[in-house]
């Protein structure tokens, strides 16, 4: 088990999608099409939940499962 493959809500949400594609199926269950919108390159994990009304924590703990990781934030 690898520490460097952990998503944070610190980090932009396009660079998790790129660099872990395994997580858009969770993006997807959330209801987030975060490919397509223009603010997944500039904005944090943290913050694109909020504005959808999602649960920072639980997001980050979903995609880090996507990745075989788990996150007890």
């Known amino acids: 088990m ?3 493959r952990k ?6 949400i ?3 999608v790129q660099n872990y594609p395994e997580t858009l ?6 209801g987030l099409g ?3 919108c223009a603010a997944a390159r500039f ?10 009304g999602i649960d920072p924590d639980r997001l980050v703990n979903d995609l880090n499962k996507a990745l075989g ?4 934030a």
């Open 43 to 52: 904005e944090n994990l943290e913050a694109g939940a909020r504005v959808h």
């Open 14 to 16: 396009i660079d998790i």
């Open 69 to 72: 990781q788990e996150n007890h």
């Open 25 to 30: 199926s969770v993006f997807q269950q959330y």
């Open 7 to 12: 998503i944070t809500k610190e980090m932009s």
């Open 34 to 36: 975060c490919i397509g």
């Open 2 to 4: 690898t520490t460097d």
